[in-house]
């Protein structure tokens, strides 16, 4: 089973300063898709950006550009330019490519972006 | 607009009573999901189904049951089994024909008090 880690603290960031969120996760298949979802205080997941593991560039999606190192295990969002609507939780989620298509989550990293 | 629509948004109930919780969506979607979110946490799946009139448990199935006789709505019910049902609610759904990429849809969640 595919395990997802996100272990940081609460993180404040002063608005336009870019800011990274680190996800580690544990998989012995070599096929499998990254995504990341913001939660902000009301409660919708909204998905953000995906990669792939057998993509060769990191993924990039406005703001929000993906630090995928296959051989680390690790897939770290970075939020560009930071804005207040950014504040919210962040989740790590991995889907195994042959697998049931479920999608598996880490516990999330809080941001507050501060003016 | 297409989308997913869970209801209601805050939900109580006394404990022993079931309780079920409504997801429908209008996005054409094979596959719809239910996971759990408690504070602090990630989400856990419960239940997800893949096509109508099947569905699989997921990590946390133990006092939930779902059905999937429409391919539109995925109820969940909790039972007077779940030790412990105060928790978010959120449905989620996905096209399964390009399965590696494609992101989990979410509604906006149910949050259930039980007392």
């Known amino acids: 089973a595919q395990k997802i880690t996100q272990t940081q603290p609460g993180m404040f960031v002063q608005e336009k300063e870019a800011v990274t969120l680190d996800c580690t996760y544990d998989?012995?298949?070599?096929?499998?898709?990254l995504f990341w979802y913001k939660q902000p205080s009301s409660g919708e997941m909204i998905f953000l950006i995906y990669?792939?593991?057998?993509?060769?560039q990191n993924a990039t999606e406005g703001r929000y550009s993906l630090n995928f190192q296959k051989a680390r295990k690790s897939a770290n969002l970075v939020i560009s330019a930071s804005q207040l609507g950014d504040s919210a939780m962040y989740f790590c989620?991995?889907?195994?490519?042959?697998?049931?298509?479920?999608?598996?989550f880490g516990k999330g990293n809080q941001v507050v972006v501060i003016p | 607009d297409g989308g997913i629509t869970q209801s209601p948004k805050y939900l109580f109930r006394k404990e022993g009573q079931n309780v079920t919780l409504s997801c429908e969506q209008n996005l054409n979607h094979d596959a719809m999901y239910w996971y759990r979110q408690d504070p602090g946490q990630g989400l856990r799946l419960i239940y997800y189904?893949?096509?109508?009139?099947?569905?699989q448990k997921g990590d946390i199935a133990e006092g939930y049951s779902v059905s999937r006789e429409k391919k539109e709505s995925f109820p969940l019910t909790v039972t007077s089994a779940q030790k412990n049902p105060t928790a978010f609610y959120l449905c989620?759904?996905?096209?399964?024909?390009?399965?590696?990429?494609?992101?989990?849809?979410f509604g906006n969640g149910t949050r259930l008090t039980v007392t």
């Open positions: 189904s893949q096509i109508v009139n099947d569905f």
């Open positions: 989620a759904s996905s096209t399964d024909r390009d399965s590696r990429n494609s992101p989990l849809h």
């Open positions: 989620a991995m889907r195994l490519y042959y697998g049931n298509n479920r999608l598996a």
């Open positions: 990669q792939g593991s057998y993509d060769q």
């Open positions: 998989t012995s298949d070599p096929s499998y898709g």
